[in-house]
Structure formats: structure tokens, C-alpha cells
């Protein structure tokens, strides 16, 4: 018998009607992820995703990429067998053989969706536990505060044995909350806030305004880099990169220099409203953080939404810096996010920016400008790169 993955689904247990939905999206999600990895059976039965496969080695691969799947909370690599006692007990022998060695007490806790079975949970875990205490004497029994707990589970197909489960990703599948699209910098916020609002079940796009030559081609690179390392998590994405140079060029020399990236935010946002509009995206995501910078007062982030009728999700308004940066560390985007390349924003920083702008003031900062003949250039000129991981 087949060696398998158990994935504990999370919310969407919690779904009424359209929990079917939810389910099927997770499934396809797992699916498309192993297929990068071999052949698999996936099905779902009981609140639990099974994956089976032949080769131990493909297993073990599916067992860390299944980590990163949205929607799972508790991921166990089990071993199976036939569902009689007697194998049930050898087989927890045989496979709790390390864990054993390593813990000085345990218990067995056992589960039993088939009720055809002729013994009740209890009398499953005295009976494997028994087992395991004459092959493992050393280990103490302790059913209160164990060091290792044992799962038994008898379904319909098998018997499996099973240790602690690994905590899965969390959240909710991808693409069963909609799409949104997210601005992605080279920074080390942005790569979280989109991981954030993927983990809510949002398909992204993200987007990218690049001003070369002022940002170099490595920059970009960069972020194309740092949206495959969130592919894993994300899924197959496009890129957008937006031509941005000739924008901020106007904004330098027809608008005040303290109002500079109050308009250039602005502008990201009709972008980046008509990048959502034209792929069916309801929202747009930001790694915006309360009083980090200048334009991320409440008063500028008033003037920057005020361009758009779409909502603006930005995940790490009330955290600290350090919890972002742990976080960056923990999906993996952290050491690409602080590479040396320069960004758009900083080539072009105003010396003294406004802090507490009025929308008036700055409607008024950039009336020379062509705003919607500067929007349409820019869409025009989108540069899109298909972002999928290995
Ligand atoms: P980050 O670490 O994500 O770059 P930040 O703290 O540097 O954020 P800002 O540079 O003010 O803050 O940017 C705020 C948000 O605006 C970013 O998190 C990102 O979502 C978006 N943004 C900024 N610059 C760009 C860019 N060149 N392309 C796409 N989005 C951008
Ligand atoms: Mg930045």
C-alpha cells in the first residue's frame, strides 16, 4: 500500500453553500503544484486532501511544496496499511522507529470515520499503544503531556500511522477570493503585502513601474525574481512592468519638487486601476505601512487613493517593521530584497516632501500635467513577463 500525504483543509471548512467551490480550487491548486513534480493521485474525502504517490523520493518532494499551498493548515506524512489491527500495530512499530528515538514519552490518539471497524478508538489506541510500548520499552506511556503523539486513523480506503503534522500555509486557496492586483517594488514590504492578500485567496497580478535608465535592468531582474519566489505560493502570474521613466521626467520638471512622489503615487494608482479593470481585478494591493515614510501619512495616503474607486489593500498598515522583516525572512524574499539596485522612488526623492498634504494642494501640483494622454502612454507600453516557477 501506497505511502501518503494527509492535508488538513483550514476555513474552508467553516463554508457554508459554497464550499464545494472552495474545495475544488484547492484541489486544482495541489494538483497544478505537483504536476511540476510527478505523478500523483489527489482526491478529497472527509475533510482531508489525500495525495498518493509510487516513488518515496517524489513524496518527500510533494511533502515540502505542499507547505506552501494556501487553504491547508496541517500537513502529515502517513504510512498505510490494510485495515486490520495486527497490521495497524506492526505498521506503528515499524514506522515510529525514529520518532521513538527521540522522545521519552508518548501516546497513541486514534480516529475512526469507517465504523464498521470492530473496535472503538480507544480500544485501537490501548491495543497500538501496547504495541509500541513492548517494541520501544524505554519510552514512557503518558497520555496527558506526551512528547510524541501517535495518529491512528482508520478511513475508508486504509489504515494510516502517522506523527505531529507539520503546520501547512494557512489561509484560503488561491483564486477563490478573486483577483487583485499588487504593486511590487524591489523592496522588501510589497513581497509581503501580495503574499498576504494571496494567503487571503486572491489570485495577483503584479506590477512593476520601471523607469529606466534611472532604474537599471537589474533592477527589474529583481523583481522579476522576487515574484518567482513568490510563485510557489502565488501561482503562475504576469507580470506587468510599466514604462515609468517619461512620467516621472514630466513630474520633474513641471511640478513642484515637494509635491514629486505624492504625484507620482498617484499616478501608480490610475496605472495600476486600469492594469485591474482590463483582467477583471477588484482591488489594489500595497506594502504601505502607517508613518514609515513621508507619503505614507494619512494625509498623503488620502491624496494617493483619492485617484481611484477601487479599494486600496494594504496588509501591513499596523506592523512594525521588524514583524515585516521577519516575515520577508519566513517566505523566503528577504535576501533578494536587499540587493543594492535603486528604485524609481528614490532616484527622484524630493528634498523636503510634504507630509500633510491637502488633495486641493496637490490637484493643484500637478495641473500642467497631461494626466490621462501620460496614463494611456503608459498602459500602451506594458511590458509582460509570464512568471512561473521551476
Ligand atoms: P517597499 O519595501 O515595498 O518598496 P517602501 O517602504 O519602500 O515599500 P514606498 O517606496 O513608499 O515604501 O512604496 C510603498 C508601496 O508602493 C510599496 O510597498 C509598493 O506596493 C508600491 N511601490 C513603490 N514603488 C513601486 C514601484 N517602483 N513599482 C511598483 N510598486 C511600487
Ligand atoms: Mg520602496
Not at 504593486?183 to 509581503?192: A, N, W
Amino acid at each position: 500500500m501506497n505511502d501518503i500525504i494527509l492535508l488538513k483543509l483550514g476555513e474552508i471548512i467553516l463554508k457554508g453553500l459554497n464550499r464545494r467551490r472552495f474545495e475544488q480550487r484547492l484541489l486544482s491548486n495541489i494538483r497544478w503544484r505537483l504536476s511540476r513534480i510527478g505523478r500523483f493521485r489527489v482526491y478529497l474525502l472527509q475533510s482531508t486532501v489525500y495525495v498518493e504517490g509510487q516513488d518515496p523520493d517524489e513524496l518527500d518532494a510533494a511533502f515540502e511544496e505542499l507547505q506552501k499551498v494556501f487553504g491547508v493548515v496541517a500537513i502529515s506524512r502517513a504510512r498505510a496499511c490494510e485495515k486490520d489491527i495486527d497490521a495497524i500495530a506492526r505498521l506503528a512499530v515499524e514506522a515510529m522507529r525514529e520518532p521513538m528515538r527521540h522522545a521519552k514519552s508518548f501516546k497513541v490518539e486514534s480516529k475512526r470515520s469507517d465504523k464498521s471497524f470492530p473496535m472503538t478508538s480507544v480500544q485501537l489506541s490501548q491495543y497500538v499503544g501496547g504495541a509500541l510500548n513492548d517494541a520501544y520499552p524505554e519510552v514512557a506511556v503518558d497520555v496527558h503531556d506526551p512528547e510524541l503523539t501517535v495518529h491512528v486513523e482508520v478511513r475508508d480506503l486504509a489504515a494510516y500511522v502517522h506523527a505531529a503534522p507539520v503546520p501547512g500555509a494557512g489561509g484560503m486557496p488561491v483564486g477563490s477570493n478573486g483577483v487583485a492586483v499588487t504593486l511590487l517594488s524591489g523592496g522588501i514590504d510589497s513581497p509581503v503585502s501580495s503574499w498576504m492578500i494571496a494567503r487571503r485567496g486572491v489570485r495577483l497580478i503584479p506590477v512593476h513601474f520601471f523607469s529606466f535608465p534611472y532604474t537599471s535592468e537589474q533592477a527589474k531582474e529583481k523583481v522579476v525574481e522576487l515574484a518567482r519566489l513568490l510563485a510557489p505560493w502565488c501561482g503562475r502570474m504576469r507580470l506587468e512592468v510599466v514604462p515609468f521613466t517619461h512620467i516621472q521626467e514630466e513630474i520633474r520638471s513641471k511640478c513642484p519638487e515637494e509635491y514629486f512622489t505624492l504625484v507620482m503615487r498617484r499616478f501608480m494608482m490610475r496605472i495600476a486601476e486600469r492594469i485591474a479593470l482590463d483582467n477583471g481585478a477588484k482591488a489594489i494591493v500595497t506594502g504601505e505601512n502607517l508613518g514609515q515614510v513621508a507619503s505614507q501619512t494619512m494625509e498623503a495616503m488620502a491624496c494617493t487613493r483619492a485617484v481611484t474607486g477601487l479599494p486600496i489593500l494594504q496588509p501591513l498598515i499596523g506592523m512594525d517593521k521588524g514583524e515585516i522583516v521577519a516575515q520577508a525572512r519566513k517566505i523566503g524574499t528577504f535576501d533578494t530584497s536587499i540587493l543594492p539596485y535603486e528604485d524609481c522612488c528614490t532616484v527622484f526623492t524630493p528634498r523636503h516632501p510634504r507630509t500633510h498634504p491637502t488633495l486641493a494642494e496637490v490637484e493643484e501640483a500637478e495641473a500642467a500635467l497631461d494626466v490621462d494622454a501620460l496614463v494611456n502612454d503608459a498602459v500602451l507600453g506594458v511590458e509582460r513577463i509570464v512568471i512561473d516557477f521551476e
